[in-house]
């Protein structure tokens, strides 16, 4: 039987990726931050070209080593959030179900968990609701009578 192997070269190539992906979640700004989809994009290519190029259990446990530590950073994210919490009826959100999404939504995970980590911890300010998914901010219904 083979050893189950992790390829060095395309996981810096997919460390890169997620960090374009990690920068570019921190900030506020619209335009600045929409060039994360990027590095989302480059990550699922990456997984395509690593399926062409590697054996394709070399690309599978590269891949799925990447899911496992965004579970992991996730589950972290939420214990962090939980210890935090004052509220008298707080409830764990940390499961494994954060592992078995991490292999499919890993890209999207990571820069998230990181982004949710500094925003609990107070390095980045809390990200204000946009106008229109405010309760206040609904549309008057008209008169339909």
């Given at each position: ?14 460390l ?24 989302i ?105």
């Open positions: 039987m083979g050893s189950l192997s992790f390829d060095k070269q395309h996981g810096v190539y997919l890169v990726a997620v960090g374009w992906t990690t920068m570019f979640s921190l900030t506020n700004k619209q335009p600045i931050r929409g060039l994360r989809n990027l590095g994009l480059a990550c699922y290519i990456l997984a395509v070209v690593m399926c062409v190029r590697l054996r394709f259990v070399s690309a599978l446990v590269t891949w799925c080593a990447f899911g496992i530590a965004a579970g992991a950073l996730y589950n972290l994210y939420e214990l962090v959030a939980f210890a935090r919490n004052k509220a008298a009826d707080k409830k764990l959100g940390a499961s494994f179900a954060n592992f078995i999404h991490g292999p499919l939504a890993w890209p999207i995970m990571i820069p998230e968990s990181i982004e949710y980590l500094l925003a609990e911890l107070g390095v980045l300010p809390a990200t204000p609701l946009p106008e229109a998914a405010k309760p206040d901010a609904l549309p008057a219904q008209a008169d339909t009578k």
